[in-house]
C-alpha cells in the first residue's frame, strides 16, 4: 500500500495562493490515482480534485477555473496549485490515493489517507 504526505498549507489572505504537496512513498506511485480532499471546521470531508494514471483531472465545481492538480512520477508526488483563495477554502487537505484505469471520481474506494495540512484563507 501507498504512504502519503501532505505538505505545504498555511495562512494566507483571500486572494492569494499556495501549493499543496502530496508525497507518497511504498508501492508503485504510478499505479494509484490521486485525490485531493478537504474538511472544513465543523464540516464533513468533501471532495477537491483527483488526478488519474495519465493526468486526465476532475474538479469539484467550487473549485473550477481556481485550482489545478498536477502529478510528477519521477518526484512520486501530486500537487494542488490553489489560486484566488476564498475564506471558504478554509480547511485541512488531505489527500488520498486508488488504484484505478478509469479518470478518478469522489465516490471511488479511495484509501492510504494522509495525516492532512491546514490552510487559512483570512478576509
Known amino acids: 500500500q501507498v504512504q502519503l504526505v501532505e505538505s505545504g498549507g498555511g495562512l494566507v489572505q483571500a486572494g492569494g495562493s499556495l501549493r499543496l504537496s502530496c508525497a507518497a512513498s511504498?508501492?508503485?506511485?504510478?499505479?494509484?490515482?490521486i485525490g485531493w480532499f478537504r474538511q472544513p471546521p465543523g464540516e464533513e470531508r468533501d471532495f477537491v480534485a483527483a488526478i488519474s494514471l495519465s493526468g486526465g483531472s476532475t474538479y469539484a465545481d467550487s473549485v473550477k477555473g481556481r485550482f489545478t492538480i498536477s502529478r510528477d512520477n519521477a518526484k512520486n508526488t501530486v500537487y494542488l496549485q490553489m489560486n484566488s483563495l476564498k475564506p471558504e477554502d478554509t480547511a485541512v487537505y488531505y489527500c488520498?490515493?486508488?488504484?484505478?484505469?478509469?479518470?478518478?471520481?469522489?465516490?471511488?474506494?479511495?484509501?492510504?489517507w494522509g495525516q492532512g495540512t491546514r490552510v487559512t484563507v483570512s478576509s
Open positions: 488520498a490515493a486508488v488504484i484505478t484505469a478509469r479518470q478518478p471520481i469522489s465516490n471511488m474506494p479511495w484509501g492510504s
Open positions: 511504498g508501492r508503485t506511485f504510478s499505479n494509484y490515482a
